[in-house]
Protein backbone atom coordinates (compact mmCIF):
# COMPACT_ATOMS: atom_id res chain seq x y z
CA UNK A 1 0.00 0.00 0.00
CA UNK A 2 1.79 3.08 -0.99
CA UNK A 3 1.75 6.23 1.83
CA UNK A 4 -0.45 9.32 1.28
CA UNK A 5 0.36 11.64 -0.98
CA UNK A 6 1.78 14.63 1.10
CA UNK A 7 2.84 16.53 -1.91
CA UNK A 8 -0.29 16.94 -3.99
CA UNK A 9 -1.95 17.59 0.03
CA UNK A 10 0.25 20.55 -0.16
CA UNK A 11 -0.36 20.90 -4.30
CA UNK A 12 3.28 21.39 -4.84
CA UNK A 13 5.71 18.60 -6.78
CA UNK A 14 8.26 16.19 -5.48
CA UNK A 15 10.87 18.49 -6.43
CA UNK A 16 10.23 21.28 -4.12
CA UNK A 17 12.40 22.72 -2.33
CA UNK A 18 12.20 23.32 1.47
CA UNK A 19 11.37 27.15 1.23
CA UNK A 20 8.64 26.28 -0.94
CA UNK A 21 7.46 23.53 1.59
CA UNK A 22 7.15 26.26 4.21
CA UNK A 23 5.55 28.89 2.34
CA UNK A 24 2.82 26.72 0.67
CA UNK A 25 1.99 25.00 4.74
CA UNK A 26 1.52 28.78 5.78
CA UNK A 27 -0.38 29.72 2.94
CA UNK A 28 -2.64 26.89 3.20
CA UNK A 29 -3.21 26.76 6.69
CA UNK A 30 -4.50 30.17 7.13
CA UNK A 31 -6.97 29.66 4.38
CA UNK A 32 -8.34 26.44 6.40
CA UNK A 33 -7.39 26.95 9.75
CA UNK A 34 -10.36 26.02 12.39
CA UNK A 35 -10.84 29.49 13.84
CA UNK A 36 -10.85 31.37 10.27
CA UNK A 37 -13.69 28.61 9.01
CA UNK A 38 -15.97 28.08 12.26
CA UNK A 39 -18.61 27.43 9.62
CA UNK A 40 -17.18 23.97 7.75
CA UNK A 41 -16.92 20.84 9.59
CA UNK A 42 -13.79 19.70 7.56
CA UNK A 43 -11.87 22.18 8.30
CA UNK A 44 -9.94 20.38 11.55
CA UNK A 45 -9.65 17.32 9.51
CA UNK A 46 -8.12 19.50 6.54
CA UNK A 47 -5.98 21.23 9.09
CA UNK A 48 -4.56 18.40 10.35
CA UNK A 49 -3.77 16.80 7.30
CA UNK A 50 -1.79 19.71 6.35
CA UNK A 51 -0.18 19.60 9.45
CA UNK A 52 1.16 15.09 9.21
CA UNK A 53 2.15 16.61 5.44
CA UNK A 54 4.51 19.28 6.84
CA UNK A 55 6.06 17.27 9.63
CA UNK A 56 6.88 14.68 7.50
CA UNK A 57 7.66 16.86 4.23
CA UNK A 58 9.23 19.69 6.83
CA UNK A 59 12.18 17.36 8.45
CA UNK A 60 14.78 16.93 5.89
CA UNK A 61 15.49 13.03 7.17
CA UNK A 62 11.79 12.21 6.92
CA UNK A 63 11.37 13.42 3.89
CA UNK A 64 14.21 11.40 2.39
CA UNK A 65 12.59 8.34 3.66
CA UNK A 66 9.26 9.27 2.59
CA UNK A 67 10.87 9.82 -0.71
CA UNK A 68 12.30 6.14 -1.19
CA UNK A 69 8.60 5.17 -0.46
CA UNK A 70 6.20 7.48 -2.65
CA UNK A 71 5.62 6.55 -6.69
CA UNK A 72 5.89 10.19 -7.47
CA UNK A 73 9.18 10.95 -5.59
CA UNK A 74 10.89 8.10 -6.59
CA UNK A 75 10.40 8.78 -10.11
CA UNK A 76 11.08 12.55 -10.05
CA UNK A 77 14.33 11.17 -7.94
CA UNK A 78 15.08 8.79 -11.09
CA UNK A 79 14.98 12.09 -13.52
CA UNK A 80 17.17 14.10 -11.48
CA UNK A 81 19.73 11.58 -11.42
CA UNK A 82 19.58 10.50 -15.37
CA UNK A 83 20.02 14.51 -15.86
CA UNK A 84 22.70 14.56 -13.54
CA UNK A 85 24.31 11.45 -15.18
CA UNK A 86 24.05 13.71 -18.91
CA UNK A 87 25.51 16.54 -17.90
CA UNK A 88 28.75 14.13 -17.14
CA UNK A 89 31.49 14.27 -19.48
CA UNK A 90 31.77 10.25 -19.46
CA UNK A 91 28.17 9.74 -18.99
CA UNK A 92 28.55 6.93 -21.55
CA UNK A 93 30.78 5.12 -19.30
CA UNK A 94 28.24 5.72 -16.28
CA UNK A 95 25.26 4.56 -18.19
CA UNK A 96 27.47 1.03 -19.40
CA UNK A 97 28.67 0.04 -15.96
CA UNK A 98 25.02 0.55 -14.06
CA UNK A 99 23.66 -1.91 -17.23
CA UNK A 100 23.27 -5.47 -15.34
CA UNK A 101 24.65 -8.02 -17.32
CA UNK A 102 22.26 -10.41 -19.28
CA UNK A 103 22.50 -14.23 -18.21
CA UNK A 104 23.84 -16.25 -20.72
CA UNK A 105 21.52 -18.21 -22.99
CA UNK A 106 20.39 -21.87 -21.57
CA UNK A 107 22.12 -24.61 -24.33
CA UNK A 108 20.52 -28.04 -23.97
CA UNK A 109 23.49 -30.67 -23.12
CA UNK A 110 22.07 -33.08 -24.14
CA UNK A 111 19.44 -31.84 -26.58
CA UNK A 112 15.55 -32.92 -26.06
CA UNK A 113 14.38 -35.77 -28.71
CA UNK A 114 11.00 -35.93 -30.45
CA UNK A 115 9.78 -38.80 -31.90
CA UNK A 116 8.76 -40.48 -34.33
CA UNK A 117 10.83 -38.68 -37.05
CA UNK A 118 8.23 -38.50 -39.46
CA UNK A 119 4.16 -39.16 -39.47
CA UNK A 120 2.98 -41.15 -42.89
CA UNK A 121 -0.96 -41.32 -43.00
CA UNK A 122 -2.60 -43.10 -46.55
CA UNK A 123 -4.90 -41.54 -48.20
CA UNK A 124 -7.29 -44.87 -47.73
CA UNK A 125 -7.48 -44.55 -44.15
CA UNK A 126 -8.12 -41.07 -43.96
CA UNK A 127 -11.36 -41.74 -46.37
CA UNK A 128 -12.39 -44.38 -43.85
CA UNK A 129 -11.96 -42.21 -40.62
CA UNK A 130 -13.08 -38.39 -40.38
CA UNK A 131 -9.97 -37.87 -37.95
CA UNK A 132 -6.77 -40.30 -37.52
CA UNK A 133 -4.65 -40.05 -34.62
CA UNK A 134 -0.79 -40.07 -34.43
CA UNK A 135 1.01 -40.25 -31.11
CA UNK A 136 4.34 -37.98 -30.96
CA UNK A 137 6.81 -37.86 -28.05
CA UNK A 138 8.96 -35.56 -26.57
CA UNK A 139 11.65 -36.63 -24.08
CA UNK A 140 13.82 -34.17 -21.88
CA UNK A 141 17.38 -35.57 -22.01
CA UNK A 142 18.96 -31.99 -20.01
CA UNK A 143 18.74 -31.56 -16.70
CA UNK A 144 16.92 -28.57 -16.98
CA UNK A 145 13.02 -27.89 -17.22
CA UNK A 146 11.06 -28.20 -20.46
CA UNK A 147 8.25 -25.99 -21.32
CA UNK A 148 6.87 -25.61 -24.94
CA UNK A 149 3.35 -26.07 -26.58
CA UNK A 150 2.65 -27.34 -29.79
CA UNK A 151 1.90 -25.59 -33.10
CA UNK A 152 1.11 -27.01 -36.36
CA UNK A 153 1.97 -25.48 -39.78
CA UNK A 154 -1.11 -26.15 -41.50
CA UNK A 155 -5.14 -25.91 -40.54
CA UNK A 156 -5.92 -29.71 -41.14
CA UNK A 157 -3.87 -31.35 -38.44
CA UNK A 158 -4.81 -30.26 -34.92
CA UNK A 159 -2.45 -30.41 -31.68
CA UNK A 160 -3.34 -29.52 -27.46
CA UNK A 161 -4.08 -26.60 -26.63
CA UNK A 162 -2.00 -25.34 -23.69
CA UNK A 163 1.62 -25.75 -22.10
CA UNK A 164 3.51 -28.75 -21.40
CA UNK A 165 6.23 -29.40 -18.97
CA UNK A 166 8.46 -31.46 -18.81
CA UNK A 167 10.94 -32.62 -16.03
CA UNK A 168 13.95 -33.57 -16.74
CA UNK A 169 14.54 -37.02 -17.42
CA UNK A 170 10.90 -37.51 -18.25
CA UNK A 171 9.20 -37.47 -21.08
CA UNK A 172 5.45 -36.00 -22.78
CA UNK A 173 3.64 -37.40 -24.80
CA UNK A 174 0.67 -35.87 -27.13
CA UNK A 175 -1.65 -36.71 -29.92
CA UNK A 176 -2.29 -34.91 -32.79
CA UNK A 177 -5.44 -35.38 -35.12
CA UNK A 178 -5.21 -34.89 -39.01
CA UNK A 179 -8.94 -33.86 -39.91
CA UNK A 180 -9.89 -35.34 -43.30
CA UNK A 181 -12.07 -33.06 -44.59
CA UNK A 182 -9.89 -30.30 -43.91
CA UNK A 183 -6.74 -31.48 -45.54
CA UNK A 184 -5.00 -29.84 -49.10
CA UNK A 185 -2.50 -31.33 -51.23
CA UNK A 186 -0.14 -31.97 -51.82
CA UNK A 187 -0.34 -33.09 -48.17
CA UNK A 188 2.48 -31.60 -46.47
CA UNK A 189 2.68 -30.39 -42.67
CA UNK A 190 4.59 -30.16 -39.68
CA UNK A 191 3.96 -30.31 -35.98
CA UNK A 192 6.40 -28.81 -33.49
CA UNK A 193 7.33 -28.74 -30.17
CA UNK A 194 8.44 -25.00 -29.19
CA UNK A 195 10.23 -24.41 -26.26
CA UNK A 196 12.45 -21.34 -24.94
CA UNK A 197 15.61 -22.74 -26.46
CA UNK A 198 14.39 -25.68 -28.74
CA UNK A 199 12.10 -26.57 -30.83
CA UNK A 200 11.43 -30.34 -32.11
CA UNK A 201 9.77 -30.97 -35.47
CA UNK A 202 8.03 -34.11 -36.85
CA UNK A 203 6.92 -34.05 -40.29
CA UNK A 204 3.29 -35.17 -41.15
CA UNK A 205 2.49 -36.47 -45.04
CA UNK A 206 -0.36 -37.68 -46.52
CA UNK A 207 0.72 -40.81 -48.75
CA UNK A 208 -1.74 -42.51 -51.70
CA UNK A 209 -2.71 -39.10 -52.98
CA UNK A 210 -3.17 -39.62 -56.90
CA UNK A 211 -4.04 -36.19 -58.66
CA UNK A 212 -7.01 -36.34 -60.60
CA UNK A 213 -6.62 -37.17 -64.45
CA UNK A 214 -8.21 -34.60 -67.39
CA UNK A 215 -10.11 -36.98 -69.80
CA UNK A 216 -8.60 -35.96 -73.64
CA UNK A 217 -11.11 -36.46 -76.47
CA UNK A 218 -10.00 -37.32 -80.17
CA UNK A 219 -11.21 -35.31 -82.36
CA UNK A 220 -13.52 -36.38 -85.12
CA UNK A 221 -16.22 -34.73 -87.33
CA UNK A 222 -18.21 -37.90 -87.46
CA UNK A 223 -22.60 -36.92 -86.73
CA UNK A 224 -22.90 -39.80 -83.76
CA UNK A 225 -20.16 -38.81 -81.06
CA UNK A 226 -20.40 -36.14 -78.78
CA UNK A 227 -20.40 -32.80 -79.78
CA UNK A 228 -17.80 -31.97 -77.49
CA UNK A 229 -15.20 -34.47 -79.86
CA UNK A 230 -16.84 -32.23 -83.05
CA UNK A 231 -15.60 -29.54 -81.22
CA UNK A 232 -12.28 -30.30 -80.63
CA UNK A 233 -12.02 -31.09 -84.60
CA UNK A 234 -13.09 -27.95 -85.83
CA UNK A 235 -10.39 -26.05 -83.00
CA UNK A 236 -7.79 -28.01 -84.93
Given at each position: ?58 D???R?A ?32 S ?20 I ?19 T????C ?16 V ?26 I ?26 R ?11 P ?9
Amino acid sequence: MNPPDHYAVLELAPDATDAEIKRRYRKLMRAVHPDANANDPLATRKAARLNVAFETLGDPERRRAYDQLHPRARATSRRKHYEHVAEQPDWEDIVADSVSTRAPVHVHNPLPTIEPDEIEIDMAELREQARVRRRIVVTNRCDCTLTGAVSTSEPWVWGPVGRLTIKPGQKAEFDIDIVARKVTFPGISRALFVAKDWTGVVPVKITGYAPKLRRTYTATESAYVAPRRRRAARAR
